[in-house]
Nanobody, 113 residues
């Protein structure tokens, strides 16, 4: 069964950091582009960051560029999202997605003092 499972969310103060992880199973992880999306309350789901399969080329939404870093470890079937200098507007449920259009269940990130 093809699955993605996120972890690492939580409550953090503004300016703090979190690292999200997403583990894939049931498919050849290394051959898929991977990405992170987020959905804030009352808003549409939006793209955050993506990374290609073999060469790890990255791209980011303007709102997170310079603060978030996406990476992957194909040996561990895992994609990461390092989030630094978090802001209240980063509060959302974060989802990982494969280029095969498989989504994880999401992990909540709350940035608040």
């Amino acid at each position: 069964q093809v699955q993605l499972a996120e972890s690492g969310g939580g409550l953090v103060q503004p300016g703090g950091s979190l690292r999200l992880s997403c583990i894939g199973s049931g498919f050849t992880f290394s051959t898929y582009h991977m990405s992170w999306y987020r959905q804030a309350p009352g808003k549409e789901r939006e793209f955050v960051a993506g990374i290609t399969d073999r060469f790890g080329i990255r791209n980011y939404a303007d709102s997170v560029r310079g603060r978030f870093t996406i990476s992957r470890d194909n040996a561990k079937n895992t994609v990461y999202l390092q989030m630094d200098n978090l802001k209240s507007e980063d509060t959302a449920v974060y989802y990982c997605r494969s280029s095969g259009d498989v989504w994880g269940q999401g992990t909540q990130v709350t940035v608040s003092s």
